[in-house]
C-alpha cells in the first residue's frame, strides 16, 4: 500500500523523493538518471468544492479492523512548524479521526500497513543523514501494533537505502527498493523473513541504456510482483517509464503500461481484488492542459488504463475494495471559504473519478504518504 508536503513546492518536492532524487535531505539515496519531469510552479492544486460533503472523521464509512480500536491507517506528518527540516516522523489513524505519533526519531519514512492492521511496515536511519545520504544505511523494520514491538528486519549497509517496503499477504516475505553501497543501479529485492535473506529480482535484458527497479507491491496471491522500471532510450536519451509484472516462480514479466519524458510514474500498489494496478502519472505534455498529477488505474488483463482522479497528491492509495475507489492525503487548492485550507493537509477520497469527500483539515502542519489496511474496508 501504497511515497513531505506543505505548501505546493514542498508537493512537488515529494514526488521526487518518493524515487530517490537528490536534494530531499530526508536520507534518501540519490538514482543516478535524468530527474523527473517536475510540474510548472503555477500549477494549482485541486479546488475543494463548496458542495462537498465534509466528515466528522477522516476516515468515514470505513470500519476498525481487530480489535475494534485499532488504527486502520498511517501517514509521515508533524504537528509543529518549528520541526527541524526534513524530519519525519509516523502517525496512525483510527477510523474516528484520532491521530496518535507512533514514531519520534524524526527519521522513519515510508509506512506500508499490512492487510489485516495488525503490522506495520516502515524504513528508519540509524543514524541521521550525511549530505543526502544515510549516514548508517536506512534499514527495513516492523511494529507490531498490538505490542508496541518494533523489530529489524533488514539492516542496510552503510550509504544505502532501502525504500517502499510492502509485505506479502502472509508476512512472510517483503517487497521493497534499495539503492547505495555496493549497488550501482536501483534494484528490487525480495526479502525473506524467516532467513532474514534478500534476493534481488532480475533486471530485464540491457540494451545499453541505463536501467532502475523501484515501487514494488505485491499481488494478493504472493505468486507475482508489479515494479516501475525506468531506462534511457538509447536513441533519444529520454526517460522511458514502464510498469512491469513478474512471475516469482518463472521470472516471466508483462508490460502494463509506458509512459516517457515528460510523463513520468510514481507510487504503485495492486488493487484489492488482484485485477488492477494503481500508479500516478506526472508532469505535462507540451500542448496539453496541465492536469497535475493523475491516479490511474491499469488493468492487468488487458493493460487499458482509466483515470481515478486528477490533480490528486503524489500518494495515491486504495480506499474501497472495488478498485475504484482512492484516497490520498495533502494539501489542496486554496478554498475559497477558507484560504488558510490551503496550508493544511486534507485527506480526500475520489470513487470513479469524482472527489466525493473532503474532510476537515487533518490535525498536523504537514502530512503526505497514507496507507490504509485492507481490513478497513473489506
Known amino acids: 500500500m501504497s511515497r513531505p508536503q506543505q505548501a505546493r513546492v514542498v508537493l512537488l518536492a515529494a514526488a521526487a ?31 475543494v468544492p463548496s458542495d462537498i460533503e465534509a466528515a466528522t472523521s477522516p476516515l468515514a464509512g470505513m470500519h476498525s479492523c481487530e480489535p475494534d480500536d485499532s488504527p486502520v491507517a498511517a501517514l509521515i506528518g508533524s504537528d509543529s512548524e518549528e520541526s527541524e527540516s526534513g524530519a519525519s516522523d509516523i502517525w496512525t489513524m483510527t477510523v474516528d479521526g484520532e491521530l496518535v505519533p507512533l514514531t519520534s526519531d524524526g527519521h522513519s519514512l515510508d509506512p506500508w500497513m499490512s492487510h489485516d492492521g495488525e503490522r506495520l511496515y516502515f524504513t528508519r536511519s540509524a543514524g541521521g543523514t550525511e549530505g543526502d545520504a544515510p549516514a548508517l544505511g536506512r534499514g ?73 527497479q523501484q515501487g514494488p507491491t505485491w499481488g494478493p496471491d504472493g505468486a507475482a510482483v508489479a515494479y516501475l522500471h525506468t531506462r534511457a532510450d538509447p536513441e533519444t536519451a529520454a526517460i522511458v517509464w514502464t510498469v512491469r509484472v513478474v512471475e516469482l516462480s518463472t521470472f516471466a514479466e508483462k508490460i502494463v503500461h509506458e509512459t516517457r519524458d515528460p510523463i513520468g510514474l510514481v507510487g504503485l500498489e495492486w488493487s484489492p481484488d488482484g485485477r488492477a494496478l494503481l500508479v500516478t502519472e506526472i508532469g505535462q505534455t507540451p500542448g496539453e492542459p496541465d492536469m497535475g498529477a493523475t491516479a490511474v488505474s491499469i488493468d492487468i488483463a488487458s493493460a487499458d488504463p482509466t483515470v481515478l482522479a486528477e490533480q490528486v497528491p503524489f500518494d495515491v492509495t486504495y480506499a474501497g475494495a472495488d478498485g475504484q475507489t482512492v484516497a490520498a492525503v495533502g494539501p489542496l487548492r486554496e478554498d475559497t471559504q477558507d484560504p488558510s485550507s490551503a496550508q493544511q493537509p486534507w485527506l480526500t477520497i475520489w470513487d470513479n473519478g469524482e472527489m466525493v469527500l473532503a474532510d476537515a483539515p487533518v490535525a498536523l502542519t504537514s502530512a503526505h504518504s497514507l496507507t490504509i489496511a485492507d481490513c478497513a474496508f473489506d
Open 140 to 212: 527495513l523494520w516492523v511494529l507490531d501494533l498490538d505490542s508496541g514491538t518494533e523489530s529489524l528486519l533488514y539492516e542496510a549497509a552503510e550509504g544505502s537505502a532501502v525504500n517502499r517496503p510492502e509485505a506479502s499477504a502472509d508476512g512472510n516475505a517483503v517487497v521493497f527498493d534499495m539503492l547505495g553501497g555496493d549497488a550501482e543501479r536501483q534494484r528490487v529485492y525480495v526479502l525473506d523473513v524467516t532467513s532474514g535473506e534478500a534476493t534481488e529480482l532480475p533486471m530485464p535484458p540491457d540494451d545499453g541504456s541505463f536501467q532502475g
Open 17 to 47: 523523493c518518493a524515487v530517490g532524487v537528490a536534494g530531499c535531505g530526508d536520507g534518501r539515496e540519490a538514482l543516478p538518471q535524468p530527474a523527473l519531469p517536475t510540474l510548472p510552479q503555477e500549477t494549482e492544486l485541486p479546488l
